[in-house]
């Protein structure tokens, strides 16, 4: 799959540590609201480090013009979304939110409330949604979109498009008969844009949805 090449010459192939702060700028511009981006961009790079070193994790970026146009996260280990490793990258990233609450205690504060409520609204496991396609899509193994980024200048361009079918693509070879992402319901969005390159929703929850996708 290495080398693959979409609209507007989009090369996808697996990331190096030479893109990491390529990849660290457009997930910034993508989540400036992400607790890892207001942690600072050594908490960001950490992670993504992080993401590199763990062998389920595997890392892809669009290259247009030798700059980093997008990137995707793809996840392939066993079981179901919730007994996959939250990465936080390397201890560094702790020291720095212990580093990041002591500079900023109201943030630090206002983040930890956010996420204690957001915990608090999620009201326990998605509803499963009733058609023929979830159904079909609960018996096969998945491998997981964890993170789409793409970078403002390069959108509408065939980016997450040529993203997902070289994931999609990846996802075959590793023997998985679809790719799954979560996603926040009010990303109206990334829901467009999901639905557009054949995803189908097939979970609900009070925060988001599950949608899947089967692979070529």
């Known amino acids: 799959m290495e080398g693959d ?3 507007a010459e989009i090369a996808i192939r697996e990331a190096t540590g030479a893109d990491l ?3 660290v700028d457009v997930y910034r511009k993508c989540f400036p609201a992400s607790g890892r981006v207001r942690l600072g ?3 960001s790079s950490k992670y993504f480090q992080g993401l590199v070193a763990h062998s389920s994790y595997r890392l892809y970026v669009a290259e247009g013009r030798r700059v980093i146009a997008g990137f995707a996260v793809l996840v392939v280990a066993s079981g179901p979304l919730l007994s996959r490793t939250r990465l936080l990258g390397s201890p ?3 020291l720095e939110m212990v580093r990041f609450g002591v500079r900023h205690p ?3 504060f206002g983040h930890l409330l956010g996420v204690a409520r957001a915990l608090l609204q999620r009201g326990g496991p998605g509803k499963a949604v009733r058609c023929e396609a979830a159904e079909r899509f ?3 193994k998945a491998a997981w979109l964890e993170i ?3 970078n403002p200048s390069w959108r509408r361009r065939g980016v997450a498009a040529s993203l997902i079918a070289h994931i999609s693509g990846v996802a075959a070879e590793m023997g998985c008969g679809c790719v799954k992402l979560n996603v926040d319901r009010d990303n109206a969005g990334a829901i467009g844009c999901y639905e557009k390159q054949g ?6 929850s009070p925060t988001e949805y599950t949608y899947a996708r089967e692979c070529p």
């Open 199 to 204: 995803f189908v929703r097939t979970v609900e």
């Open 41 to 43: 961009r050594r908490t």
């Open 148 to 150: 789409l980024g793409v």
């Open 5 to 7: 090449t979409g609209p």
């Open 21 to 23: 702060d390529g990849i």
């Open 106 to 108: 109201g943030a630090a």
């Open 138 to 140: 609960s018996r096969m």
């Open 92 to 94: 560094g990233v702790w």
